[in-house]
């Protein structure tokens, strides 16, 4: 929601050469929300979902951070304050939600570092019954 904000503030104000960065992040959350949603992350394994979340928030907050700075201080219109404004606000939700993902990835890491093992040591338990 806040990304659709940020967006209809930049269409209005001069700064209108920043609106395909809220667009795209919008249009992205929404792409994973309706994954989510769906469960394709229970369908499709081989994508890991976490890491894609993870890299979304991280970059988001790196280009709200940056555009806002951008739309800040170069323009002096209301929208386009109104827009950076948001923009920082959108960049500590982004923080967060980037903080909140890295300890579900860690998690999710951690899981998939776990079973390995076990495969592996049945792999190499049929590799010695072979080899005698």
């Known amino acids: 929601v806040l990304s659709f904000i940020i967006f209809i ?3 209005a ?6 609106m395909m960065a809220p667009l795209l ?11 989510y949603t769906f469960k394709l992350n229970e369908k499709f394994k081989g994508l890991y979902w976490p890491l894609s979340d993870f890299l979304r928030c991280v970059t ?3 280009i709200y951070f940056a555009i806002s700075i951008a739309a800040v ?10 827009g950076g404004v948001f923009g920082f606000i959108a ?7 980037f903080y909140i993902t890295f300890n579900e990835l860690v998690t999710f890491l951690k899981q998939s570092s776990s ?5 592996n040591k049945s792999e190499d338990e049929d590799a010695d019954s072979d080899s005698d």
Do not use: M, N, Q
């Open 9 to 11: 503030c930049y269409i």
């Open 13 to 18: 104000s001069l700064a209108s050469s920043f």
């Open 25 to 35: 992040e919008f249009l992205l959350a929404l792409v994973l929300f309706f994954a």
């Open 60 to 62: 988001a907050a790196i």
């Open 73 to 82: 201080s170069r323009y002096s219109d209301g929208a386009s304050k109104a």
């Open 91 to 97: 960049t500590i939700v982004y923080a967060i939600d």
């Open 115 to 119: 079973e390995s093992p076990e495969e």
